[in-house]
Each structure stands twice: as structure tokens, then as C-alpha cells.
């Protein structure tokens, strides 16, 4: 009888550390899954912050390209000017030396 109290105390042992192994397996599977979730998360955020990052580079080069043409016409305007100016200069002192 001594015996199968004995087993059966045993029995309860081993039940007892697999039910704690159990439980922190299923511990560590939950810490698992919630790390998991997390980088999920953050990877959906960089990868929005990624792309408000280049809608904001391809709305700044294209605002760039616009700053481009306005200077390029401005120098074409100032090349123009420069020219009459010049001209008008010339003009001017050949009709004062006339004079």
C-alpha cells in the first residue's frame, strides 16, 4: 500500500511539473506573440512613415523643378535687359559724342 501511495505521489509530482511546464511554455509563447505583434506594428509604421517620406521628396523636387524654370526664365530676362541696356548705353553715347 506504501508503495502506491508512493506512486501515486509520484504520479502527482510529474503531473505537477508538466502543468508548470505547460504554463510557461505557454508563458513564453505569449511573450513571443506580443514581441511579435510590436515589430509588426513598428514595421507598418516605418513603412507609412516611408512613404510620407518620398510623396514629400517627389513633391519637393517637383517644387524645385518650378523654382528651376522661374530662374532660368529670370536669366533669360536679365540676359535680355542686359542686352538692351547695353545697346540703349551705346545709343546713347554715340549720340552725345554726335552732339
Known amino acids: 500500500m506504501k508503495e502506491l501511495?508512493?506512486?501515486?505521489?509520484?504520479?502527482?509530482q510529474t503531473k505537477t511539473?508538466?502543468?508548470?511546464?505547460?504554463?510557461?511554455?505557454?508563458?513564453e509563447r505569449e511573450n513571443t506573440y506580443g514581441k511579435m505583434h510590436s515589430i509588426a506594428n513598428d514595421l507598418v509604421e516605418t513603412r507609412?512613415?516611408?512613404?510620407?517620406?518620398?510623396e514629400t521628396?517627389?513633391?519637393l523636387r517637383q517644387t524645385l523643378?518650378?523654382?528651376?524654370?522661374?530662374?532660368?526664365?529670370?536669366?533669360?530676362?536679365?540676359?535680355?535687359t542686359n542686352t538692351a541696356y547695353n545697346a540703349f548705353s551705346g545709343d546713347m553715347?554715340?549720340?552725345?559724342?554726335?552732339i
Open 17 to 27: 511539473e508538466l502543468a508548470q511546464i505547460r504554463l510557461n511554455a505557454a508563458v
Open 5 to 12: 501511495e508512493e506512486a501515486n505521489q509520484e504520479l502527482i
Open 93 to 98: 553715347q554715340a549720340v552725345s559724342f554726335s
Open 65 to 80: 523643378q518650378g523654382y528651376d524654370e522661374k530662374f532660368s526664365t529670370l536669366q533669360g530676362n536679365l540676359a535680355t
Open 57 to 59: 521628396e517627389l513633391e
Open 48 to 54: 507609412r512613415q516611408m512613404k510620407d517620406a518620398k
